[in-house]
């Protein structure tokens, strides 16, 4: 059996990591890609802290696929701050990153975008049942991720109308595939 629910207005995150970093040595500071197994292992302590994070901000982990974890607010938590909750979060990320690269020596290599909008979140029957979501606000988000310059916060033009006054951005323009020039704004710590 098919589940499916549309939630009017929810803020969808992607966090996508492109790889781990460190110095090639003691005597040389230029900095190697880890191992890929190292990266798995990164990659799972990493989405274990944003789980924790999650739960904190009363936000709803979605999936993880690959190095992306997806995650959204106002889906299931009925609440009228999801856009800022999930600015507060991705700022909250941010320091945890910091501190994962003070503590392990690496340099982390990520991206944030996010993206308000409405949705529809299902289940998909099947050999092996999945949860998920789909529409125009997902794959905004996806974009908002992918074009956000690396390691920043990237926030759409519905998401920053709604939390223009809780965070201290910088305008840019972006070319989204499908769509063309659009505003997006990098957020700076508050």
Known sequence: ETLVDFHPSVTVVFVKFYGFKRPKSESDP???SVSLTEKVINL???????????????IERVKTIGSAYIAVSGMYYQRTDHSSSVVDWCLAVRRVLTEFEAKTGLEVLYRIGVNTGPLTSGIVAGLMPTFD??????NMASRMESLSPLNQIQLSEST???VRSHC??????????????????VVHDR
């Open 160 to 162: 920053h109308a709604l």
């Open 44 to 58: 799972s302590t990493i989405f274990g802290m944003l789980d924790s994070l999650v739960r904190g901000h009363r």
């Open 133 to 138: 979501v789909y529409g125009d606000a997902v």
């Open 168 to 185: 201290d951005v910088e305008a840019r323009m972006v070319e989204v595939k499908g769509i063309g020039m659009t505003s997006a704004f």
């Open 30 to 32: 230029e900095l190697v």
